[in-house]
């Protein structure tokens, strides 16, 4: 009886330490649904298919040579590999040429992260019979010990410079991990499994140093700290603490060592006097670690770093959700005119507080969330043509490769223009525009325990999930965000039993509804038996309101949207890459700028608000008529 008592004991030992068990770690607030849960519907599914049909799903054929580039195979980095010709204009750049070695992992992994989203809820058979092709060789690219990644043995994991060892693997893992979702293909798994394994064997926990870089420029370095990307996502898979665990020891790692970007090092954080300065991209896409490691040891340190962390990106935030960064934050306060945000930036920041909210349930961060993706990032997207803006200001007052008309000493700034690729730059903000539609659908709904389906962002969409072991599909039909109507169309065949929650949003004057509802968290709380065809609707009540940013202007907004004067411009075409893809400038046709009137009978109607303000150059009050923030290309928005 003893000897089966030990058995029992030991085993029950070794279950509780291949687990990762920590007691320590903080309690999520909600859980994920399995990527393509979620599907698009209406003008989102229409924006998706544009750019299927546009650049992000040919942008392998806009620059075939980065996108085909061997180098997570035949073309692995070695110690005699030179720098590669990316097609960029280096002129300006100080950050060293060690970078250009790794950035075509980057490129083409995030591209592929963004095709393979898109083209999964999009349903795209010709595209899905791509990604299937690409998934497979990436599987034999795998070395016997689990290794995938860009770099020969005899480099990987000796690391004493800039590398891309941790970050060329996180933009590639984060697209095998949605397509093993959509598939729950056991062959992928473990090869995903065997991969990270790979990482955790090489760079032991608590007895390596996998961000020990030297003292030059690391930003390849600093990029692996989302290497937690793929650590939290298999967590939210197997609830195995062992990767939650990893990922607190990195990112403890990363504060002890030096770091070009290092903002979000503890004890920078920690110090009241610190204010961000680095590389846009880095600060806001390393706020995911940081949550990652507070919530896997709910170390109250961590949890206060965290708090003052998300003040800072605040004040460094347009209130369009415009992430300051063109391309370094450089201690300023976000300004409408004078601080430009990357397209990286703002997928970045907004995946970070995805990330923040599925952890921490606050429907602030829905929000911003909402408010990053329905101005800024479809502000930095051309309306008419499939391309982007790298750099935009809230108030753009000319898009002709400069900062409106601002000179940049000792650099040849080409980044404040539309263009499918932006090769001349880097192309890593068209790769992530194509990532970031698919990373806002992924966190609409969310589950707050078995029978409590939450719906945090509000968009046309439909979720098929299971509840009490039953299937359920909710279809919301709305034009949202620019009406505020919503229809949720419930497919309930064997009548399971749950709560639904709606988040309502924070500029709501009223609630039209038949439904009997409470109200929770600043959500609406529908606890009925559905029936096996249901059916809720819901009107959210806005008016015009006035807000004010960090430097006292004036923005106008109705619901969710910010509204800007659209001004008039010329097209200029300039590089052509093929038929329909160009890069494109715009040039004024006036200069006219309007200041803010107390007496400005602001009033909404036919999806437009008309205002009274002073014309700068005749001082006479006008009337002017400003529409959606994100369907301008020039454009006053404050005031």
């Not at 990987?156 to 996180?170: A, D, P, V």
């Not at 707050?448 to 599909?473: A, D, G, H, R």
């Not at 160009?582 to 608000?609: C, G, Q, W």
Request: contains cysteine.
């Amino acid at each position: 009886m003893r000897k089966i008592f030990l058995t029992l004991l030991i085993l029950a030992s070794y279950i509780m330490n291949s687990q990762g068990q920590n007691s320590n770690k903080a309690v999520e607030k909600y859980e994920i649904l399995p990527f393509g849960s979620i599907k698009p519907s209406g003008w989102i599914k229409e924006q998706m298919q544009k750019d299927i049909d546009g650049f992000v799903g040919n942008l392998d054929k806009l620059v075939p040579d980065l996108i085909n580039d061997p180098i997570y195979s035949s073309g692995r980095l070695h110690k005699n590999s030179e720098v590669k010709d990316l097609g960029n204009n280096k002129e300006g750049d100080t950050e060293g040429s060690e970078q250009y070695k790794w950035w075509n992992s980057e490129t083409q992994s995030n591209w592929w992260d963004g095709y393979i989203r898109n083209v999964i809820l999009l349903n795209d058979k010709a595209g899905l019979k791509k990604v299937e092709n690409y998934i497979q060789e990436v599987l034999k690219t795998q070395d016997e010990d689990g290794y995938i990644g860009i770099y020969d043995k005899e480099l990987r994991y000796k690391f004493n410079s800039e590398n891309g060892e941790l970050w060329s693997k996180t933009t590639m893992y984060r697209g095998l991990l949605a397509y093993y979702q959509y598939t729950n293909d056991k062959k992928v798994w473990n090869v995903i499994v065997k991969a990270v394994d790979n990482v955790m064997t090489n760079y032991p926990i608590n007895n390596s140093s996998p961000y020990s870089s030297g003292k030059e420029f690391n930003g390849g370095v600093s990029h692996g700290l989302t290497f937690t990307d793929v650590l939290d996502k298999m967590y939210q898979i197997t609830g195995d603490t062992k990767y939650t665990n990893y990922a607190l020891f990195l990112f403890q790692d990363f504060s002890k060592t030096y770091q070009s970007e290092k903002d979000v090092q503890l004890e920078n954080i920690l110090n009241p006097n610190y204010k961000l300065q680095s590389h846009g991209v880095h600060t806001y896409e390393h706020l995911r670690p940081l949550i990652v490691a507070a919530y896997a040891s709910n170390n109250k340190e961590l949890q206060k770093a965290l708090e003052i962390y998300i003040q800072r990106i605040e004040k460094s935030t347009t209130l369009t959700g415009g992430a300051n960064g063109d391309e370094w934050i450089a201690e300023r306060i976000a300004d409408a005119s004078h601080t430009g945000y990357e397209y990286c930036s703002l997928h970045e920041l907004m995946d970070s507080y995805t990330v923040l909210l599925q952890k921490q349930g606050n429907p602030k961060t829905a929000e911003a969330i909402e408010t990053i993706f329905y101005n800024a990032a479809q502000g930095s997207r051309n309306p008419d043509h499939s391309c982007i803006a790298y750099l935009k200001t809230d108030n753009s007052f000319e898009m002709e490769g400069t900062k409106n008309g601002e000179v940049e000493p000792n650099r040849n700034q080409t980044r404040y223009k539309y263009s499918p690729a932006h090769q001349d730059v880097a192309v890593c903000c068209n790769p992530n525009a194509g990532r970031i539609t698919p990373y806002f659908l992924e966190k609409s709904w969310l589950k707050e325990s078995e029978n409590v389906l939450v719906n945090v962002l509000l968009l046309p969409n439909t979720v098929e999930t299971k509840i009490q072991n039953q299937t359920v599909k909710i279809e919301t039909i709305t034009e949202y965000p620019y009406q505020n109507k919503l229809t949720y169309k419930i497919s309930n065949p064997n009548y399971a039993q749950f709560i639904l929650k709606i988040r309502k949003p924070s500029w709501a004057i009223a609630t039209i509804t038949k439904e009997h509802y409470t109200i929770e968290n600043e959500f609406l709380v529908i606890n009925r038996p559905f029936a096996k065809e249901d059916t809720i609707e819901i009107e959210f009540k806005a008016k015009v309101q006035i807000k004010e940013d960090w430097n006292n202007e004036k923005y106008f907004s109705y619901g969710p949207l910010l509204y800007a004067k659209p001004i008039e411009a010329i097209e200029q075409k300039g590089k052509s890459y093929f038929t329909n893809f160009d890069d494109l400038t715009y040039k004024p046709k006036n200069n006219n700028r309007f200041k803010f009137v107390e007496d400005n009978h602001a009033s909404f109607s036919d999806s437009k608000i008309v205002i009274k303000a002073k014309n700068r150059t005749t001082n006479q009050i006008e009337s002017i008529t400003l529409i959606p923030f994100g369907k301008t290309i020039l454009r006053q928005v404050s005031f």
